[in-house]
């Protein structure tokens, strides 16, 4: 007769296959400011992205202005005082992501 511990094996074995793949995407590399604030800017900022207004690449849109290279305190400053986006509500490690892609779409023509 094979022991309790020998039975287990192959659904260890089983488990491990089956939750592999999630365990390593947990481990894997960790989103970058830039990736983080690409996602804000594009998707979540308000519920909407930054893009709706701002344009896609920055450059402004039908109702805001371009807002390319933007730092920290002038994305800070902009939430505090425009009537048009006191619905978005950003944390301060949010506010740094979304001016690190900011920064970036500067970069690009």
Do not use: W
Not at 36 to 44: F, L, S
Not at 49 to 54: L, P
């Amino acid at each position: 007769m094979r022991s309790k511990f020998l039975r287990g094996i192959p659904m260890l074995i089983v488990g491990i296959l089956v939750f592999a793949p999630f365990l390593l995407a947990a481990c894997g590399p960790k989103a970058t400011p830039l990736d983080k604030g690409k996602v804000i800017y594009e998707e979540t900022a308000g519920g909407v992205g930054c893009k709706m207004c701002h344009g896609a690449d920055g450059k402004g849109g039908n109702q805001g202005p371009p807002i390319r290279g933007k730092s920290v305190e002038d994305v800070n400053r902009a939430l505090a005082t425009s009537e048009t986006m006191e619905f978005i509500n950003l944390t301060d490690e949010e506010v740094e992501s979304v001016a690190a892609y900011l920064k970036y779409l500067n970069s690009q023509p």
